[in-house]
């Protein structure tokens, strides 16, 4: 198989996710061209990349329109495609197209983003392989009478999941018979809104698990490889708030099972790019496959600082048919990291997204501190996208010395203007039992309702703060000092 070289990436994303792939193409000393709405001008991506073209319109279907973006690929003479996440990253039609009109797409094969896209056709796949499910459906079903005949038939509680999506979106929890009728159509209604399409399946709902995810690498000749597991546990109505890796607390056999027959499956697949794994792992220990993502996940930093391997670099290099230039003996993990992720909310409203102008910003930093972000004093955030805007990651030897490492990195973090969660960040980092390294899925649920979260507390301290300097600062010049 031959290799290819790529000399231009047009990224057919925006935000965090753009600047971190405009970064590793400087760093492969390929020419970055990014798009953008017309309300992501300002974006710092924008100014970072070799070229950017605005695609002018609705602000969403800027970055979903891929017939529009392949076309401008071609008119400015990029030869690959990097999808980033979200938008088009998991669109098998748009990863064909590229490869149709002659343009490399930077990620796995179509057949099989369509495979893992099918919640359906993957779980059958993978059991097929020998991975693990949770019992429940195999085909995706939309009508009602039917699909409470097989609730009853696995047994209360179970959850009902959108059949063609994720985020936790079409997603519901149902503990009793008698409330499955109105959960399946609200789930159903909202996978429809979302995703266009309303089918469903239903599984049986384990309770209080963890969530952790493998992360593979593959190449074009059937090398693969895991870069170790992630734990995804914390999460607010099944969005992730904090990631970890490795997982604190997962017993070392089950973590050797685990990456086992991850890797054995994608070997079995012929899975090629980099691609996530993700499992529930019960109070038992016995895990159970729900997902794959098909795409560079928002969490792989924290990969990257225990693996020592650049995620993004990788999947430009086995895009161009390289080889994976290691095996897996070559990778060698390091301690802890976690990952936050920064989110213009309102923690004392509900956590409901919040837009505005940051008036100002100041990043943490200091020894095994990385922060990957767009925030920058006056930018504005927009309202139309997701509240992400950045992610701290911090790095340590060990765990105890990574939350402490966390903890001052957070005190130093410092947001003005809009509402964010970091106040919810320092009330996990000072929790006993995320300390601990106890918590799953249901962590916040429990944790939430314990913890204060008035956003304007630091604010107000640390304006009090600099005030009282600015009055000694005066008070020495007037002494000409």
């Known amino acids: ?131 693990p499910v949770v019992e429940g459906t195999d085909t995706p079903i939309t009508d009602i009478a039917e699909a409470t005949k097989i609730a009853k038939e696995i047994g209360f509680p179970v959850i009902i999941k959108a059949a063609f999506g994720g985020g936790g979106r079409g997603m519901r929890i149902v503990k009793k018979e008698e409330e499955f009728a109105s959960m399946f159509e609200a789930a159903t209604q909202e996978a429809k809104r979302f995703f266009g399409r309303g089918d469903a399946f239903i599984e049986k709902y384990l309770s209080n698990p963890r969530h952790i995810e493998v992360q593979i690498v593959a190449d074009k000749y059937g090398n693969v490889i895991h870069l170790g597991e992630r734990d995804c546990s914390i999460q607010r109505k099944h969005q992730k708030v904090v990631e970890i890796a490795p997982s604190p607390r997962l017993n070392e056999e089950i973590r050797k099972e685990l990456l086992r027959t991850s890797k054995k499956a994608m070997i079995k697949l012929g899975y090629e790019s980099v691609g996530t794994i993700e499992y529930l792992v019960d109070e038992d220990d016995n895990f159970y496959f729900i997902e794959m993502n098909t795409r560079v996940q928002v969490e792989h930093t924290i990969t990257e600082q225990i693996s020592g391997v650049d995620i993004i670099y990788r999947m430009i290099r086995i895009a161009e048919g390289q080889r994976l230039p290691f095996m897996q003996e070559d990778i060698k993990f390091r301690g802890y990291a976690i990952e936050f992720r920064i989110n213009a909310e309102d923690p004392k409203v509900g956590f409901i997204p919040s837009s505005g102008r940051i008036t100002r910003h100041l990043s943490p930093g200091g020894p095994g501190v990385r922060m990957d972000s767009i925030g920058y004093k006056d930018y504005i955030v927009p309202s139309n996208y997701d509240s992400m805007i950045g992610k701290l990651i911090v790095t340590g030897l060990d765990w105890e010395g990574t939350v402490r490492r966390a903890k001052r990195a957070l005190n130093e973090f410092i947001i003005w203007g809009i509402p964010t969660n970091v106040p919810l960040h320092r009330q996990i980092v000072r929790d006993e039992d995320f300390k601990a390294g106890i918590f799953n899925t249901t962590y916040l649920d429990h944790k939430l309702p314990t913890f204060t979260l008035d956003a304007l507390h630091d604010i107000e301290e640390d304006e009090s703060k600099e005030e009282y300097i600015a009055a000694i600062v005066a008070a020495l010049k007037q002494r000409g000092q």
Not at 94 to 123: V, Y
């Open 1 to 131: 198989m031959q290799t290819q070289k790529i000399k231009k990436v047009l990224i057919a994303n925006r935000g965090e996710i753009a600047l971190r792939i405009i970064r590793a193409c400087q760093e492969l000393e390929i020419k970055s061209v990014c798009i953008f709405s017309t309300i992501d001008a300002r974006g710092v991506w924008v100014r970072k990349a070799d070229e950017c073209y605005l695609i002018d319109g609705d602000p969403i279907q800027a970055y979903l329109d891929y017939e529009r973006i392949v076309a401008l690929a071609k008119e400015v003479g990029a030869d690959a495609i990097h999808p980033g996440y979200g938008f088009l990253s998991e669109n098998p039609d748009f990863a064909q197209h590229c490869i149709d009109n002659g343009i490399t797409f930077i990620g796995p094969k179509p057949e099989h983003i369509a495979l893992f896209g099918d919640k359906m056709a993957s779980k059958v796949a993978m059991k097929a392989v020998g991975v």
